[in-house]
């Protein structure tokens, strides 16, 4: 880790965080961020990116001192001295994120889609504090078929921002239909009509709802997907008990 790109590149793997999602986040194009990587981050933008990532900018530029805000060097004499830095959202790397499923109503086949109880998903504290997420709008769910192919794939963990369920045309979603979990990227149409299209566009074709149909089908807007793990296997994400 000698440049601050080395630096920034293994920042981004420690948050799950692709060169692609990060270039969205900051609204730049992801060959800027390549360059970064290969040349270093520009002073401009040094500030920016560290607190963004939650670390020093000194520690980002150049690898000296501590690398967390707040974090104390080994010094003699300071075993047993906690260190560490102060957390937005408590003193732990990995939080517990309630975990949300379809499950059967009481008496009857339908479904719904609610949290699951006594069962957590676990998310980089980072990748919460990256994407500027208020902890208790954040959920994690689990993909379920291949619609969303080759971007996530089945059984991928899914990370929801409940607090974001205002539709930016474009970008992906967690919608509840008729009690049906579901992931599409959704574009809003005159009439307060909404476009779901799939990745696998191939298999999946889009489906245009009226306002109407929304209502009548019950289809709500879980939140904004600002995360996820894609998986090469059918195997649903470990879940806690």
């Not at 060169?19 to 990587?37: C, G, L, M």
């Not at 379809?102 to 086949?109: C, D, F, P, V």
């Not at 009509?193 to 696998?200: E, I, K, M």
């Amino acid at each position: 880790m000698n440049t601050s790109g080395d630096r920034l590149r293994i920042l981004l793997r420690e948050c799950h965080l692709s060169a692609t999602d990060f270039a969205a986040n900051r609204k730049v194009t992801p060959q800027h961020v390549n360059n970064w990587f290969k040349r270093g981050i520009p002073m401009a933008r040094m500030e920016e990116v560290a607190e963004l990532l939650s670390v020093n900018a000194r520690w980002l530029r150049s690898g000296e001192g501590p690398k967390h805000p707040g974090e104390v060097r080994d010094k003699p004499g300071m075993d047993g001295i906690h260190k560490g830095r102060p957390e937005r959202h408590g003193a732990r790397d990995e939080l517990d994120i309630p975990f949300y499923s379809e499950s059967r109503t009481q008496g009857s086949e339908r479904t719904a889609v609610r949290e699951i109880p006594n069962h957590k998903a676990r998310l980089s504290r980072r990748i919460i504090d990256a994407m500027d997420v208020e902890l208790h709008n954040a959920i994690c769910i689990a993909m379920v078929g291949n619609s969303m192919a080759d971007k996530i794939q089945d059984g991928s963990l899914i990370a929801v921002d409940r607090g974001r369920v205002q539709v930016i045309d474009g970008e992906m979603y967690a919608i509840e239909h008729d009690g049906m979990l579901r992931v599409k990227y959704l574009y809003r149409l005159p009439g307060g009509a909404l476009r779901l299209r799939s990745h696998n566009a191939g298999e999946y074709p889009d489906e245009v709802f009226t306002a109407e149909q929304i209502q009548e089908q019950n289809i709500q807007i879980l939140g904004w997907i600002f995360w996820w793990a894609t998986l090469n296997n059918r195997r649903h994400p470990a879940i806690l008990p």
